[in-house]
């Protein structure tokens, strides 16, 4: 098991006016090379319980093992979670500091103490990882660059620590169509070929239901569902009383199925809709004609 939480609590500001309970009882567990999205509105408890996964928030109560390592138990190995489960925050743009692409994405190695045949090494890796070639952009400041390729460079700074686990939280958060675009398709290409175990904080319903394989509902600190796409997207009903929608094309799905239309539950992306409401027409049309 590579992440698990059992009974997870936690509470800010403790036994203070301000003490506000963000996660209560939470249980789960992640293996290694699942693709897990978490939904939620705001204020539900998905940011605290990422944060929990990379040891930057410890529980209140309960307890989260990363690799078997608990993590309120054994804080000297804090530094080691934290270069296993990398964690890409919303908006991480504003996280990048340095003068040019290349030292920022070689900050985290260089802390590891690597050599710099290893640290250039990594730099060049994951900046190609992320479709940004490291000849062309390394010595470019990261403020010069559009809101896509800053969020790529920071993106790149994560994976230059070649983490076991990447959360993105809300990684499309502000970017125009064709940023959205291209960073969904490198976080796709993150789960397909480099095989890393994926976790997507979202807003978006669309998004993780074409990329992820198995939701967490989260609302009020509480995981309130959990399962793979097509059978959450079937409570549409619930998911509006926690202020959620469902993908669009899922609605249009359910439409043509109280009509009789034979479809399947796990259609989600335009695409995929176009293709399988030709082949239904195509079908209709041949029988008709027979």
């Not at 410890?58 to 296993?84: A, C, F, S, Y």
């Not at 062309?136 to 620590?161: C, N, T």
């Amino acid at each position: 098991m590579l992440i698990k939480a059992k009974n997870l609590n936690h509470i800010y500001s403790q036994g203070t006016p301000m003490e506000q309970k963000a996660l209560s009882n939470v249980n789960l567990e992640i293996d290694s090379g699942e693709f897990i999205g978490i939904i939620g509105h705001t204020g539900s408890g998905k940011s605290t319980l990422i944060q929990h996964f990379n040891a930057l928030l410890l529980p209140t109560d309960g307890e989260v093992l990363v690799k078997g390592i608990d993590t309120k138990k054994n804080k000297k190995q804090l530094h080691k979670i934290r270069q296993q489960v990398g964690l890409v925050f919303q908006y991480p743009e504003h996280q990048l500091f340095e003068e040019t692409v290349g030292e920022d994405v070689a900050f985290g190695p260089k802390n590891l103490g690597l050599s710099e045949e290893e640290v250039e090494e990594r730099t060049k890796a994951a900046l190609e990882v992320v479709n940004l070639s490291y000849e062309d952009y390394k010595e470019h400041s990261p403020f010069e660059l559009s809101g896509g390729q800053m969020r790529r460079v920071a993106i790149a700074g994560v994976l230059a620590m070649k983490p076991d686990v990447l959360i993105l939280d809300e990684p499309t958060a502000g970017l125009d169509p064709q940023g959205r675009r291209e960073i969904l398709e490198q976080v796709s290409s993150f789960h397909k070929e480099l095989g890393l175990t994926i976790i997507l904080v979202t807003h978006s319903m669309d998004d993780v239901a074409k990329l992820a394989e198995r939701l967490l509902v989260m609302h009020g600190g509480e995981i309130k569902l959990e399962g793979p796409p097509e059978q959450i997207f079937n409570y549409s009903d619930y998911l509006k009383e926690l202020g959620l929608g469902v993908p669009e094309v899922s609605t249009l799905m359910k439409q043509l199925q109280k009509q009789g239309w034979d479809v399947p539950n796990n259609v989600f992306s335009v695409e995929q809709a176009h293709e399988l409401l030709l082949s239904l027409v195509k079908r209709k049309w041949d029988g008709n004609n027979v």
